[in-house]
């Protein structure tokens, strides 16, 4: 009679320590798994941050492209108002010079 009790309970105890090693398992697998989502999801921000930082960086070389690009307009444009005024006192003199001739040869 006692060897059934004894292999029924050492039936049971073989079930509750493979029951404990599984779920000790389980719970590295959760770990293991728990750490890699946390690993990837610090690799997805850091590529994230990466692609903000370039997309900024390009917008800043875009914005001082511009800023360049202005500035030679800019200089430009005084040129050619510096032109236009040297253009319109050598008219002047001319016509000036024109009817000053004009009058004397009368």
Do not use: C, H
Request: aromatic letters at 6%; proline letters at 1%; zero cysteines.
């Amino acid at each position: 009679m006692w060897i059934p009790i004894a292999l029924a309970a050492l039936n049971i105890g073989v079930q509750l320590y493979t029951g404990i090693a599984n779920n000790q398992a389980l719970k590295n697998e959760a770990k293991t798994t728990l750490a890699k989502a946390t690993e990837a999801n610090e690799l997805a921000v850091i590529q994230s941050d990466a692609a903000y930082l370039a997309a900024l960086s390009e917008s800043n070389q875009s914005q001082a492209e511009l800023e360049a690009q202005k500035a030679v307009t800019e200089k430009r444009l005084n040129n050619l108002k510096t032109i236009s005024v040297v253009v319109a006192l050598v008219s002047a003199v001319i016509i000036i010079v024109y009817f000053v001739k004009r009058k004397s040869l009368y």
